[in-house]
């Protein structure tokens, strides 16, 4: 019944900008249990930006002054603005949805029940 579709991926140079969005539909979570997370070949998936359970804000050291993450509730959209991109920034990004697990202060994976399909973004040097 939820589904995630992620959108706005794609190929940029350094130093340039992409928004990835998500559209949630048939989902009627809290919207503090919304986040992204993204996975390069070969590396673990790693968050990103959450919103935590008291609304407040999680990013990762890395996305820390250059990612934005908000959210439109009445849309059930979460978006991510990624500015200033590196080439380390080269990942699949996946929106997560619903809470299943209590917020532990970091980002887990299994915390998450719904997945989007993963928008790919590619920086190139």
């Known amino acids: 019944q939820v589904q995630l579709v992620e959108s706005g991926g794609g190929s940029v140079q350094a130093g340039g900008s992409l928004r990835l969005s998500c559209a949630a539909s048939?989902?009627?979570?809290?919207?503090?249990?919304m986040g992204w997370f993204r996975q390069a070949p070969g590396k673990k998936r790693e968050g990103v930006a959450e919103y935590t359970p008291d609304g407040t804000i999680y990013y990762s050291d890395s996305a820390q002054g250059r990612f934005t993450i908000s959210r439109d509730n009445a849309k059930n959209t979460v978006l991510l603005q990624m500015n200033s991109l590196k080439p380390e920034d080269t990942a699949m990004y996946y929106c997560?949805?619903?809470?299943?697990?209590?917020?532990?202060?970091?980002?887990?994976?299994?915390?998450?029940?719904?997945w989007g399909q993963g928008a790919q973004v590619t920086v190139s040097s």
């Open positions: 048939g989902y009627t979570g809290s919207s503090n249990c």
């Open positions: 997560a949805a619903g809470c299943i697990r209590p917020w532990l202060g970091y980002p887990v994976p299994e915390r998450f029940l719904y």
